[in-house]
């Protein structure tokens, strides 16, 4: 019995690998194809309503909000809401300061710690009606033309969020930097670009933009501690809505750099994964063609292939399946590394980011075992916050006290 119990889990996992391995390859051919150019539109830009939710972010929250006084969006379209989630350190009045005398600008200030998505439920209620609602993390830089181009996408009816490159810029500080650029690359220049391509929803970030009649239907922003943008992302896939991948559309993001840092972040994007299998469409449920739903599927999976990667290699070990199995899957791993990479524009540095790539995919796999365990623990779940060195940027200007801040409680 014993035998027949190892001998079926072995094939079981050489069929997993090889479904992984499948959908790599697929996505890296995707990539590499020809995209159909698409005409521009010279329609008036929707309205939108752009949330900012910070907490504790005092040191760095400067750098976003230069980079948000440089948006180019057409006059009258664009309302801002800054949100302070309850803040113990000076991020209100960085907030507050950069408000004030700004036109359709407005800091809402709770009362009390909700979490991110609570704070983005808050600041869409408090501000005016609008066509798309954007998400800025208090931790990223968009470029001046990254709106236009993401609300550009909206001419298309079927399109519920449009979902922007957010760039490494640190890649090159530290050895875990460079791994977590590698990833981000991977995620968003090939699978992201690959599922954009071949008609599926790819997954959402901190820079999104959603179509706000999408996100009414699905009920809005979830109640989860974090996560909230796979949870989305999900459940308006679920929903019969497409999400597009925009590389032209980039916003700067800076990556983690040490190995508490790492571990922390992987910890908690598994954990969202798991929760995010739980997004229901809402009250009206689309029909949604089979290739989303095996790619939705494939995606609640979440860092299955890391998992089905140790087995082969223990099976392999033991001779119950070919060494040659997880080496081919480690193969196609690399291919899909080195597209990244060329993709990015990094091939210069090609042999340092598959080095530290080698290096931390034990890491990697190592932080997936260990969620997978906290889950099925049911242990709770914990958001510690990563510290991340920002490029210095000149201070805004218009630096004077504030007195425009809208109080939660009225609601």
């Not at 006059?75 to 408000?99: K, M």
């Not at 869409?124 to 033309?145: E, H, K, N």
């Not at 954990?271 to 494939?298: C, D, K, P, Q, T």
Request: a positive charge; hydrophobic letters at 50%; charged letters at 20%.
């Amino acid at each position: 019995m014993v035998d027949v119990l190892v001998a079926t889990s072995a094939a079981l996992t050489t069929i997993a690998l090889g479904v992984f391995s499948l959908r790599r390859i697929v996505l890296v051919g995707a990539v590499w194809s020809r995209s159909r150019a698409e005409q521009g539109s010279s329609a008036e830009l929707p309205s939108v309503t752009l949330l900012v939710a910070a907490r504790n972010e005092a040191e760095t929250i400067e750098a976003t909000l230069a980079a948000l006084e440089k948006l180019d969006y057409p006059s009258g379209r664009l309302f801002i809401v800054l949100i302070d989630d309850a803040s113990v350190d000076h991020t209100r009045s960085h907030l507050e300061r950069w408000a004030k005398d700004r036109p359709l600008t407005a800091v809402l200030a709770l009362p009390e710690r909700r979490g991110k998505s609570a704070a983005l439920k808050a600041g869409m209620s408090a501000a005016p009606a609008a066509d798309l609602i954007a998400v800025c993390d208090a931790d990223l830089r968009p470029r001046p033309q990254s709106l236009r181009i993401l609300a550009a996408a909206f001419r298309d009816e079927s399109v519920g969020a449009a979902v922007p490159f957010l760039s490494p810029e640190n890649a090159l500080q530290s050895g875990v930097a460079s791994y977590a650029a590698v990833e981000s690359w991977l995620h968003q220049l090939v699978t992201s670009a690959g599922k954009n391509r071949l008609g599926l929803s790819p997954a959402a970030n901190g820079g999104t933009l959603y179509r706000r009649s999408a996100l009414d239907e699905i009920g809005g922003f979830p109640q989860v501690y974090s996560g909230e943008d796979v949870w989305i992302a999900t459940a308006l896939t679920r929903a019969g809505w497409r999400i597009r991948f925009l590389r032209e559309a980039v916003i700067d993001n800076t990556v983690v750099q040490s190995w508490k840092d790492y571990w922390q972040q992987h910890l908690r994007w598994s954990r969202n994964l798991f929760s995010a299998s739980a997004a229901r469409a809402g009250a009206s449920e689309h029909a949604v063609n089979i290739l989303r739903r095996i790619e939705l599927w494939m995606q609640s999976a979440g860092y299955a292939d890391r998992l089905a990667m140790v087995g082969a290699l223990v099976f392999a070990a033991v001779g119950r399946i070919p060494l040659w199995i997880p080496l081919l899957y480690g193969l196609v791993i690399a291919v899909q590394l080195v597209t990244a990479v060329i993709m990015a524009g990094a091939g210069s540095r090609i042999f340092r980011f598959l080095a530290w790539s080698g290096v931390f995919y034990a890491v990697d796999v190592a932080a997936t075992v260990t969620s997978v365990v906290l889950h099925i623990l049911r242990r709770p779940r914990s958001w510690n916050r990563t510290a991340r060195n920002r490029p210095e940027l000149e201070s805004i200007s218009r630096a004077n006290p504030a007195d425009l801040a809208v109080d939660a409680r009225a609601e």
